[in-house]
């Protein structure tokens, strides 16, 4: 018997577990990608393996702040106006889908997509030989007054009918944990499951290393274009001029996967979420674990590198020009919640990347509508590092003709 190959497109966290739990499943597998692994949107999120956040990212409390947070030029979300006609389908949909009964059910979906979130990256990266990346304690929220801590009391609730209980704080009891927050902290609480790992590049390129070990390719190229033959994907046109022949073909390409499903007839409503981050590794100050807070979204996260801050959703398109005054507004956000964090410096880092996200909070699972050889893995906006691991072993179930663990009706491609 033949052994099975899949061509994956995208070689950020997504793109290298699909891939090396493929190699479980037998497969053999090439990687393509114009950036080396992990050097795309996966370099630079947040770190957190944030499976307790099951409610969608756009819901009814989110919706109420969105007025507010566009008056801001620098706030957690701003558009682009020049691409607002553009994006507006996108948010039609996303206002669509925070009607009661479709945060219920996406929140169902997302919940089940977080329930194996740990065990996933144990697989890979025990197999890799970095399971020291991954730090199990528990990020912490933290709360201004009463009203803000109050005002997540059926968010909590929710997620602990899902099984994601969040212990909750008082402020002293925050400042036990973490003594670098600020003392007009009222209130914290966990999230109910949110842990954080030190260096999300090198998460996957520890993987994508064992992947190539294991006799994977991975080649540093641009798809140009995708030859069909009647119901398959025949072939991958690259822009260096070689053509891969296709068995399987998996799009995992982030916020260009859209660009892709579309050359093989497939609509999808695809945003790129273009997120900032900073990074001070002479900040200051000592943190044992990720902090949010519940004035503003973002995260900051020890690492490595120093400690990062990062956050902010701006539609622009794929190609605008970064705003690097959005990275520098993170730090102004973070001095109130620590004061003793030290203003940026000549080591300073400062980085955007493209989340791609859909108006219902939910990835792009799953086999294609037009091609019998074409599976999906992208669209999972802010959660790309956490269901990483998860997409890619439903993935290799899925084109393996085994059982998933959940049902993968909600992530379908034609849904939109």
């Known amino acids: 018997m033949t052994q099975p190959h899949a061509t994956i497109i995208g070689a950020g966290i997504i793109g290298v577990s699909t891939a090396a739990f493929l190699q479980r499943q037998g497969y053999r597998v090439t990687i393509v990608d114009r950036l080396p692994p992990g050097e795309g949107c996966s370099f630079g999120n947040a770190g957190g393996l944030a499976y307790g956040e099951i409610m969608p990212t756009i819901h009814p409390r989110v919706f109420a702040k969105i007025p507010g947070w566009l008056l801001d030029p620098l706030g957690p979300l701003t558009i682009r106006w020049s691409y607002l006609p553009k994006a507006l389908p996108w948010f039609m949909a996303a206002a669509r889908n925070g009607l009661p009964s479709r945060i219920n059910a996406i929140t169902c979906a997302r919940a089940d997509l977080g329930l194996r979130v740990i065990s996933d990256f144990e697989t890979l990266l025990k197999a890799a030989g970095h399971h020291d990346l991954m730090v199990y304690r528990e990020t912490l929220r933290l709360f201004d007054n009463e009203k803000q801590f109050n005002g997540e009391a059926e968010e909590r609730a929710i997620k602990k009918s899902h099984g994601f209980e969040c212990q909750t704080f008082t402020g002293d009891e ?10 007009h902290i009222t209130h914290g609480a966990f999230h109910g499951g949110w842990y954080f790992v030190t260096n999300p590049e090198r998460v996957v390129k520890s993987i994508a290393e064992q992947v190539m070990r294991d006799g994977g390719e991975i080649a540093n190229d641009d798809v140009a274009r995708i030859e069909v033959e009647g119901p398959r994907a025949a072939a991958l046109h690259l822009k260096s001029g070689r053509t891969l022949g296709l068995d399987r073909l998996v799009v995992c390409a982030g916020a260009y996967s859209h660009l892709l499903a579309k050359l093989l007839g497939e609509k999808v409503l695809l945003e790129a979420e273009r997120g900032y ?26 690492m490595d590198m120093g400690l990062r801050l990062a956050g902010t959703d701006e539609f622009a398109g794929l190609d605008a020009p970064e ?11 973070f001095k109130t ?24 909070s939910l990835p792009v699972i799953g086999p294609s509508r037009t091609c019998s050889n074409v599976w999906y893995g992208f669209g999972h906006g802010h959660m790309g590092l956490t269901w990483g691991p998860s997409t890619g072993r439903l993935l290799s179930e899925v084109m393996s003709g085994n059982r998933s663990n959940i049902d993968l009706t909600p992530f379908r491609i034609d849904r939109f």
Request: hydrophobic fraction near 40%.
């Open 323 to 333: 705003n690097w005054a959005r990275a520098d507004a993170l730090w102004s956000i």
């Open 174 to 183: 925050a400042r036990e944990m973490e003594p670098a927050i600020a003392k």
């Open 337 to 360: 919640l620590l004061p003793e964090l030290n203003a940026p410096d000549e080591a300073t880092t400062r980085w955007m990347g493209r989340r791609p996200g859909t108006p219902d």
């Open 277 to 302: 981050h900073m990074v001070l590794p002479n900040s200051g100050i000592s943190l044992s674990r990720s902090l949010t807070y519940a004035r503003t979204p973002g995260a900051a996260t020890p």
